[in-house]
Every structure is written in structure tokens, then in C-alpha cells.
T-cell receptor
Framework: QKEVEQDPGPLSVPEGAIVSLNCTYS??????FMWYRQYSRKGPELLMY????GNKEDGRFTAQVDKSSKYISLFIRDSQPSDSATYLC???????????FGKGTKLTVNP | DTAVSQTPKYLVTQMGNDKSIKCEQN?????MYWYKQDSKKFLKIMFS???????INETVPNRFSPKSPDKAHLNLHINSLELGDSAVYFC???????????????FGQGTRLTVV
């Protein structure tokens, strides 16, 4: 079993839809959870950052972490064509510099 | 005023050659990384340096040798290039843990290496 599992998609939604992206993980020592967005031929950029369990909201984006289920989610409300990108979940243990990434989910938002 | 910059952006070379990729960050971060992203977009850490000291080496072949002349630079030298080395290589940096809570990594734009 891989440390971090993420459905690669692709996922295609109409503009304005609510998008739900998910990752599961096996290492219960992970404490820091991140979502990165990567546009085609660009580097990943940090979108959301969460420590331990709970929710975090930033504009149209909401990140959720459920450590008991080893499950994290990213919700995008009122999705826009500019949200079309690959979304990568990432996580790391406390005291470690090593980020472990999911394989990424490719999202297309159609106008 | 690019935060993490890599050169070159594209690199096409023949099998067996030796090549280097350079990375510089102007964020004042203490930790720098090299990540490899394969054709299936899977991003995996290769090396991490903290203030010029190697702290992570993820079972990478000896043909790959990172060098950090100072904490703002982390270069990657690859000897005897193989077809399987073709990938996008990303440099990243992050602040020192304990100084700021958010120690997330900031990535460069990537170097697309193609070995023919």
C-alpha cells in the first residue's frame, strides 16, 4: 500500500460546480497536510495548509483533515476555468522535512 | 524577483553525458530540496539540505550528486545519464522549522530533462 493514495482522475466539471478532491494515507504519524496546485508546465504552488485534524477555509477553498479515517479533502466552491490544473495532496510527519505527495488529480473546469 | 529559480528550464542530452542543474532561492530559507516528477506526474523527494548540510537522501543512484555551496544554492549534478532519468526536476525551499510554523515548500518552475 502506498503511503498516500490519490485518484488521478481526470475530473471534468462545469463552471460553477463544487469540486471535491480527496487523498487517503496509511502513515498515522503524518501531522501536516497540504494541497498544492500545479498548472501545466509549472511548479507546484501551495494552496492550503492544515495542521492535524479540522477544517480550514480560504475564499472558495476548504481543506478538511480527518486523522481518525486517514482522509483529507479539498473542496472548491463556484469552480472557475482558471481552477483547471493538477491538484496534489502532500503531507509530512512532525519533525521531518520530507513531503510525501499523492499522484495528483487533474481537474478541468469547463466554461 | 523570482523566489526559487532553476536553470536551465529545458535540457536535452544524450545517454552517457554528465549534466548539471542549478537552483537559487532568494527567500532566505534554510532548507532546500530536489524533487523528481516522472511522466505520470508523481512527485518524489530526492535530496534535502539544511544550511548546506545533507539531511535527506532518498535512495537515489550515486550518479546523482547534490552540491550546496551556500544556503541559497543547491545544484544537482548527474553523471552517466540514462533514458530513465528523463523527468522534470524541481528545486524547492522552505523556512527552518521552529522559526515559523508554516514550513511548507516553495517550488521552482522545474527543469525538463530529456535523455535521448
Amino acid at each position: 500500500q502506498k503511503e498516500v493514495e490519490q485518484d488521478p482522475g481526470p475530473l471534468s466539471v462545469p463552471e460553477g460546480a463544487i469540486v471535491s478532491l480527496n487523498c487517503t494515507y496509511s502513515n498515522s504519524a503524518f501531522q501536516y497536510f497540504m494541497w498544492y496546485r500545479q498548472y501545466s508546465r509549472k511548479g507546484p504552488e501551495l494552496l492550503m495548509y492544515t495542521y492535524s485534524s479540522g477544517n480550514k477555509e480560504d475564499g472558495r477553498f476548504t481543506a478538511q483533515v480527518d486523522k481518525s479515517s486517514k482522509y483529507i479533502s479539498l473542496f472548491i466552491r463556484d469552480s472557475q476555468p482558471s481552477d483547471s490544473a493538477t491538484y496534489l495532496c502532500a503531507m509530512r510527519q512532525g519533525g521531518s522535512e520530507k513531503l510525501v505527495f499523492g499522484k495528483g488529480t487533474k481537474l478541468t473546469v469547463n466554461p | 524577483d523570482t523566489a526559487v529559480s532553476q536553470t536551465p528550464k529545458y535540457l536535452v542530452t544524450q545517454m552517457g553525458n554528465d549534466k548539471s542543474i542549478k537552483c537559487e532561492q532568494n527567500l532566505g530559507h534554510d532548507t532546500m530540496y530536489w524533487y523528481k516528477q516522472d511522466s505520470k506526474k508523481f512527485l518524489k523527494i530526492m535530496f534535502s539540505y539544511n544550511n548546506k548540510e545533507l539531511i535527506i537522501n532518498e535512495t537515489v543512484p550515486n550518479r546523482f550528486s547534490p552540491k550546496s555551496p551556500d544556503k541559497a544554492h543547491l545544484n544537482l549534478h548527474i553523471n552517466s545519464l540514462e533514458l530513465g532519468d528523463s523527468a522534470v526536476y524541481f528545486c524547492a525551499s522552505s523556512p527552518r522549522r521552529g522559526v515559523v510554523e508554516r514550513t511548507e515548500a516553495f517550488f521552482g518552475q522545474g527543469t525538463r530533462l530529456t535523455v535521448v
